[in-house]
């Protein structure tokens, strides 16, 4: 268990020429991808009372713990030695219900005069988390390139065959309008400076003959996970040009673009969206409260019911 000393600290007078010294006031808390944390850790917070600049017994009394976050001990200030109250976060619990900050309240008396202060928490992605789950996309993508790679040869090659053959046996059978489709499967992972790029490919070339002229159309579709230090993109390319479409995840959230521009994400179990068009119904509730509240569309408007479980 990692005891943690070194964060922000505050010094406030309270009246009356007496003081309070905190040593520690907020903890950034490394965290997986889902907002629980990666692993337990103790905050030290020490602290000290004074009148002028003399020491004073100095106590204090913690309201508003998170789930997940508790007392592992408190011992007071004396005239001759400063005190220190350690707060423990347990891993693997969802501290906070879900939140992805919030604040403890901190009430120190001295010589019976109170003063309130705020320690505050703040969950952080763990860069190890994080580089741990690249690497398994990363080996993944690997293996898939080197398999895909024979796979596509040998399905290009049959296809060629077997579309050769058809073409050329409708040629001779039928004189009128012939279309003849062939698929090429292939992937590839690029590398440059700034990202890899694992690219899924296909392209559809259909031949036909009408009314004596041989036209071609050539139509490129290309799926592609990119790897980046912004994150790992999941998109798909027409003829070389990106469709409108992508989603991003990154060590902080989950984003759904529009032609790049961020319009959703989803972090810490919520989804932040500017509008939402809801075609039939919004449930609010769940099965361990009794049951849900349903809002729904009728013919004269929307309703609100509710349904037991």
């Known amino acids: 268990m990692a005891l943690l000393t070194s964060c ?10 007496f003081s309070v010294d905190v040593g520690c006031l907020s903890v950034s808390i490394p965290c997986r991808i889902n907002g629980v944390p990666s692993e337990g850790m103790d905050v030290a917070i020490p602290f000290w009372g004074y009148c002028g600049a003399q020491m004073r017994p100095c106590t204090v009394s913690v309201s508003g713990l998170p789930q997940g976050m508790s007392v592992l001990s408190n011992k007071a200030a004396s005239a001759s030695a400063g005190g220190q109250l350690v707060l423990r976060v347990s891993a693997d619990v969802d501290l906070g219900a879900g939140a992805y900050s919030g604040a403890v309240s901190l009430t120190f008396t001295v010589s019976e005069k109170k003063v309130v202060k705020k320690f505050l928490w703040t969950k952080v992605y763990d860069a190890k988390e994080f580089d741990a789950i690249r690497e398994e996309i990363e080996n993944a993508a690997t293996n898939i390139s080197s398999g895909t790679k024979t796979y596509s040869e040998n399905l290009v ?8 053959s058809l073409y050329v046996s409708r040629v001779e059978g039928d004189e009128a309008t012939v279309a003849q489709l062939k698929s090429y499967i292939t992937s590839r992972l690029d590398q440059t400076s700034e990202d890899y790029e694992l690219k899924f490919s296909q392209r559809d070339e259909i031949i036909a003959n009408l009314n004596g002229v041989l036209a071609e159309y050539m139509r490129d579709m290309e799926t592609y996970i990119r790897f980046s230090a912004e994150g790992i993109e999941i998109g798909k390319k027409e003829n070389s040009d990106e469709l409108p479409y992508s989603v991003l995840l990154s060590n902080e959230k989950l984003s759904f673009r529009s032609y790049g521009v961020e319009v959703a994400y989803v972090q810490y179990n919520k989804l932040f969206i500017t509008s939402a068009e809801v075609l039939d119904k919004i449930s609010v509730g769940s099965a361990a409260n009794g049951g849900y509240f349903d809002f729904i569309t009728t013919s004269t408007g929307m309703g609100l019911k509710w349904r037991d479980v």
């Open 8 to 17: 922000q600290r505050s010094f406030e007078n309270v009246f009356d020429g």
């Open 157 to 164: 090659n049959g296809l060629r065959d077997t579309i050769a």
